[in-house]
């Protein structure tokens, strides 16, 4: 299973143009929604036991202070799969969230706060390119978003406590976020609570929020960050990349090295790739920042670093190149929070 996420890169990374299953969305047939009372509707909890985390937690979690809240990409690629959401009862499914996006994505923030990710009805891979948008994408982006909504609520009215929020997800987990914070913290009293938002691998224009800002600080909080990685020298095409085209120059980038917005780093900047050996390497990465896109090397002194040659989108690797990195500065943020409104906490 380790081995999964790094073929899932290479064969997503690698394709183009596809042509998809599909048939017209009927409400008859959407999965049973999740209930987020009942622990089994979390791929994420702190209440989990023997959790896929817990080699990532601090020794002990209780000492952990803040809560991350976090929503993983879409899993769901089989061009042969004509559902529009995920069923989130199919144990096959689940595992592949939990020792994927769970391992060497939510990982990342472990040593920050304790994690919950909630199982939903995530929409299939299709749903963001046409003639698939406009022909049942949008419902099914609408279950999934629903689900998170649902699962926000649950999670601040009753396992909360006014505990500080980080706000975490990749791609289709990143653009629900994405509402998510519009929705429940833009411009409302539950942004004092908000240490930061990684929404990592999505297109986002900065007057997107009313009052939420990109930050350029790597101490800053109530705020948030964002980055979208392609490999250097490779020109995208636009009818094979098209989310490309919808983040040149429309989108916030911060840089995930040096937290700012410098536009180049070298390889001793870098803290880490965690690679599917669960091995993380330092130095293997540089980048510079134009076009709204971070552009990387192909990573340096790892394994099957030939196949890495061959990809130009580093979609799927927008947080595991830069996981050490992300692990840091999402604890530096955490303990900045802590020491700016320790008095205002009531904990």
């Not at 997800?169 to 429940?184: T, W």
Request: glycine residues 4%; hydrophobic residues 35%; contains cysteine.
């Amino acid at each position: 299973m380790k081995k999964i996420f790094f073929f899932f890169f290479i064969l997503t990374a690698l394709s183009c143009k596809t042509v998809y299953m599909t048939k017209p969305f009927a409400e008859s047939e959407v999965p049973k929604a999740p209930d987020y009372s009942n622990l089994n509707s979390w791929i994420a909890h702190p209440e989990i036991k023997d959790s896929i985390l817990s080699d990532f937690y601090p020794e002990n979690i209780d000492k952990l202070k803040a809560d991350v809240f976090y929503i993983y990409p879409t899993l769901i690629t089989d061009k042969k799969n004509s559902s529009w959401n995920a069923n989130i009862y199919d144990k096959k499914q689940n595992d592949i969230i939990r020792s994927t996006a769970i391992q060497y994505q939510a990982s990342a923030w472990a040593k920050a706060g304790k994690i919950y990710s909630p199982i939903y009805r995530q929409a299939h891979y299709r749903i963001f390119f046409e003639p698939y948008t406009n022909n049942g994408g949008l419902l099914a982006g609408e279950i999934a978003y629903n689900d998170i909504k649902s699962a926000f609520t649950y999670y601040i009215d009753n396992l909360n406590n006014g505990r500080p929020i980080i706000i975490a997800g990749h791609s289709q987990g990143a653009a629900h976020c994405k509402m998510l914070l519009r929705d429940f913290f833009d411009g409302t009293q539950l942004k004092d609570r908000l240490i930061a938002a990684y929404l990592i691998g999505t297109n986002i224009k900065e007057d997107y929020f009313k009052e939420l800002k990109p930050m350029y600080n790597p101490k800053e909080n109530k705020g948030y960050v964002s980055w979208n990685t392609y490999r250097k020298n490779k020109n995208p095409r636009e009818n094979f990349d098209p989310a490309y085209f919808s983040w040149k120059n429309n989108s916030v980038v911060v840089n995930p090295i040096t937290w700012d917005n410098s536009t180049t780093t070298d390889f001793d900047q870098h803290k880490g790739l965690l690679f599917y050996n669960n091995k993380i390497y330092p130095n293997t990465i540089k980048i510079k920042v134009f076009d709204g896109i971070v552009w990387s090397n192909v990573p340096r002194k790892i394994p099957k670093r030939l196949l890495f040659s061959l990809v130009k989108n580093y979609h799927v690797g927008d947080i595991n190149f830069f996981w050490k990195d992300i692990s840091e500065n999402a604890v530096i943020r955490t303990k900045n929070f802590f020491n700016k409104n320790s008095k205002k906490l009531k904990m």
